[in-house]
């Protein structure tokens, strides 16, 4: 534990102490993952423990970011009716400063007023500025490059040919070898800076604070301002100091090593710029210590930004209600069996699917679930060095499963570009100069070809999505043996019967099984994707969900398991048979897994339901192409579908798909209560019997995965459509993929974090309000049974309302309590004759409507 004790310009004693304060610091910084590792979650989850307005405002002043979105973008959306004089006043008569009629409380909001300039963070207006006001010298623009580009050469999982030499040893000690044993500058490092090298990270952190500062109680402050220049470096440092297996390529990165590193690179410009003699801040100015936390001013265009933006909120809300309303009462239990019960993710890509499925055949039953079926594993592929997580990141799972190659059939000749992979260490100065004149060209060739003439085959050999089907996953535990890292290879019988029983449990199917049941799993293949992890299923931890669902299906169909399943009164027929399948939701395809177990009894109407699935997916692209501007109105279902294979197999195509662009609505119920309502992509489904939950038990493990998954999905992207240089990463065009960690524009730039542009530039920024089928005293017992999942509720970062199974009432819970909404009937929802037909024509966010016959 590293520190001093001084005085500070007030002469108070002040102890500082170098881990503590960098632990505080790492609070304030982004938890984004490497590339690979990419998964939603609240872009401002620092200060998730204060209420959402309050605690924008103040991330909005310490980030420098927007704290919504500006005030003419409201009034335009007034204008054009999409925020409803009914949602503005329920607004008004909630808001209780305000002392004016309704009437004129409108015109009030309706005044010109002027956004005033986004401030600049406490980065660029705090200590640091000091050096560019007295000295005239930006310290940023000289040592950051340098910074970068020995964090990009040390942790680089693949891009380098040449590695950084010593990356095997911590990054301060690789630094220090640098210096001491090769000849090539790296300035302004020298011998001063040598010497601190080889006295340690810690000693160097205290005399560089001390010489550029001058002040302990300012070098925290310092510190915070030092990592918030370059937020996605900081924080990815932080993210693998505290979890370095996110990276293939393990590197010993520790926070206070980097900023041990950035303080000498300034210590030394300042050297070379200033002299020795400079006077460090304490001394130059006079300054003090930041606060991340200080109370707001609330100014009267932030205020009336805040009304605008709930009533935008509440514009969408009271259509949901009002749609939802006096249908769960109504909702009777079927007494027969479908023919086909389809599992999918709860994600709202498929809620279109789902839709467009019963359309064409409402004889199948859908469900939605956590993609990852409940099956909470690391899963190893046969082609994998390592097994990565494919459950929710809430959850440490235990179990390890393993996919196991086995020859069918000849083997496939390796294709010509396997032939000639090289390792790194076959690259020389010489080798690499004949392979750029021999092979390059013929690379720049098909390159150019590809870019020109996309081709399928562009995904087909290296898809990140697709499973091998010529292989068998390691399911079943054969020994208590663990790993090292100290997990089950496999299951047990009985912890396969959890597993199955829990899912079917929490979704109410517990009886009247089809012949056939199908786990749809989902993930995205694309092209030219550097963010594909946050295109797949955020259950399954950024990855498709296919493993989880070729397993649960195996687990299912196990006779051993069917039998610990009896002793739990869950009975499949013996004629019921689970098969695993695989949605990729860029391309609309969908590939099925051992399929050959399905007797001859079943092959029709297993047939059947595969082409129900494939007319679907051509109205599934239809009806995404309406977002797309390169995509003809004109198109039909298949060449809908035509035009999204291209654009998942295009290189130059920054959009394959707009994945949860609108997400807004997060629905647990019943299918019934949804069931013939159009939502244009915007809904989580996840289906929940409230009539079997007396006492909100299996609401409250629902809710454990509902709030973070899809409340983190539904604030990363309204944060990075908010302030998409701020918050997300700005337009993919000139992103260069750093280290394989990350993306920054250029090649000396900070690691952008968030969502790029093209991922949310149709979003519109509402909080999810999450809609439960159940009573008001048990919807609010479940939700508080988990004190971190009630905080999101709590302090508003998502919003919640019931549906009484009981009268069919909606309830809106208010900070406190529920309380009974007045909506407009759902009988004002439009009747369209199909889902095709509510798209036509239309490019813009599409209200509720109800969709073919009752």
């Known amino acids: 534990m590293h520190g001093t004790e001084g005085k500070s310009a007030a002469g108070v004693e002040v102890g500082w102490n170098l881990n503590a304060a960098l632990e505080r610091i790492s609070h304030w910084l982004p938890a984004q993952g490497p590339l690979k590792e990419f998964i939603h979650h609240n872009t401002l989850h620092a200060f998730q423990h204060r209420p959402f307005q309050e605690a924008i405002g103040i991330a909005a002043r310490l980030f420098g970011a927007r704290e919504l979105l500006p005030l003419a973008w409201y009034q335009e959306a007034y204008a054009r009716g999409r925020i409803t004089n009914a949602a503005l006043r329920r607004v008004l008569r909630a808001d209780d400063v305000l002392e004016m009629r309704l009437d004129d409380a409108i015109r009030e909001l309706l005044a010109d007023r002027s956004d005033p300039p986004t401030a600049l963070g406490a980065a660029h207006t705090g200590l640091r500025a000091a050096w560019r006001e007295v000295h005239g010298i930006d310290l940023d623009a000289l040592a950051h490059p340098t910074l970068f580009r020995l964090l990009a050469s040390y942790l680089d999982q693949g891009v380098s040919v040449w590695r950084m030499p010593h990356a095997h040893d911590t990054l301060w000690g690789s630094v220090q070898k640098l210096l001491m044993h090769h000849r090539l500058p790296l300035p302004p490092l020298g011998k001063p800076e040598l010497a601190l090298l080889a006295a340690g990270s810690a000693t160097a952190v205290d005399f560089c604070l001390e010489r550029l500062v001058g002040d302990p109680a300012l070098y925290e402050g310092y510190l915070l301002e030092l990592c918030l220049s370059h937020p996605g470096w900081s924080g990815m440092v932080r993210m693998l100091e505290a979890s370095p297996e996110m990276i293939l390529a393990r590197r010993k990165i520790a926070l206070q090593d980097a900023v041990a590193l950035e303080l000498l690179l300034q210590l030394g410009w300042m050297r070379r710029k200033a002299g020795n003699e400079f006077l460090p801040l304490a001394r130059a100015i006079n300054a003090q210590p930041i606060d991340p936390e200080a109370p707001l001013v609330v100014d009267d265009v932030v205020s009336a930004k805040r009304l605008w933006h709930q009533a935008f909120e509440w514009t969408l809300y009271e259509d949901v209600l009002a749609a939802l309303e006096n249908r769960s009462h109504k909702i009777k239990a079927r007494t027969a069996p479908p023919p ?30 956590a993609g990852f079926f409940g099956i909470d594993f690391l899963f190893q592929a046969a082609t994998s060095a390592y097994p990565i997580q494919h459950c929710p990141v809430v959850i440490r799972p235990k179990h390890v499963v393993r ?9 496939k000749a390796p294709r010509f570009g396997q032939l000639l992979h090289l390792e790194p260490s076959a690259n020389t100065l010489f080798r690499g100069w004949l392979l750029t004149q021999t092979l390059g060209i013929w690379s720049c060739l098909r390159l150019a070809w590809n870019v020109l003439r996309p081709d399928s085959t562009l995904l087909a050999e290296n898809s990140l999505t697709e499973v091998n089907t010529a292989t068998r996953l390691e399911l079943l535990r054969k020994a208590d043996e663990r790993t090292a890292e100290g997990h089950f290879v496999g299951y047990s019988i009985e912890e396969m019967a959890d597993r199955v029983f829990g899912v079917f449990r929490s979704t109410g199917l517990l009886n009247h099984f089809a012949k056939v049941i199908v786990f749809m799993a989902h993930g995205s293949a694309s092209a030219n994707n550097p963010h594909f992890a946050a295109y797949d299923c955020g259950a399954c931890s950024g990855r498709p969900g296919s493993p989880n669902a070729r397993s649960i299906a195996w687990m299912a169909n196990n006779p051993d398991v069917r039998r610990s399943l009896r002793t739990r009164g869950l009975i499949f027929p013996n004629d019921c048979v689970l098969v695993g399948a695989l949605h990729n939701t860029a391309r609309d395809e969908v590939q099925y897994f051992d399929t050959e177990i399905l007797p001859e009894s079943h092959r029709e109407i297993f047939r059947t339901f595969r082409k129900t699935v494939t007319e679907a997916m051509d109205r599934n692209a239809k009806e995404r192409c309406r977002r797309f501007e390169l995509a003809s109105a004109t198109l039909s279902p298949q060449g809908a579908h035509a035009h999204v294979r291209n654009r998942a197999a295009s290189l130059f195509e920054p959009r394959p798909e ?18 013939g309502l159009y939502f244009d992509r915007r809904a989580f489904f996840n289906s929940y019997d409230p009539t079997g939950d007396p006492k909100g038990e299996i609401l409250a493990g629902i809710l454990g995965a509902v709030i973070p998954v899809c409340g983190g999905i539904s604030l990363e992207y309204f944060f990075s459509r908010v302030d998409n240089e701020v918050y997300g990463a700005g337009t993919k065009l000139p992103h260069n993929v750093v280290s394989l960690i990350g993306v920054a524009n250029g090649v000396d730039g900070d690691l952008r974090t968030g969502l790029p542009w093209q991922m949310v530039e149709v979003h519109d920024p509402v909080r999810l309000l999450v809609i439960l089928e159940q009573t008001p005293e048990i919807a609010l017992s479940a939700a508080k049974r988990n004190p971190a999942i009630f905080e999101w509720v709590a302090n508003g970062w998502v919003r919640l309302a019931a549906i009484s199974p009981e009268d069919g009432r909606s309830y809106f819970f208010d900070g406190k309590e529920f309380v009974a909404t007045k909506v407009a009937g759902g009988d004002r929802i439009p009747r369209m004759e199909s889902s095709l037909a509510v798209v036509e024509g239309q490019s813009e966010n599409i209200p509720v409507r109800r969709v073919g016959r009752e």
């Open 340 to 369: 086909v019960q389809a599992f999918f993710c709860i994600d709202d890509r498929e809620e279109s699917v789902r839709r467009h499925i019963e359309e064409i055949d409402p004889s199948v039953d859908t469900y939605g679930t």
């Open 403 to 411: 996919e196991i190659a086995e020859a069918k059939g000849k083997s």
């Open 658 to 675: 707009l994945n949860h662009a609108t997400n807004a609505v997060a629905i647990v119920g019943r299918r019934q209560l949804t069931r």
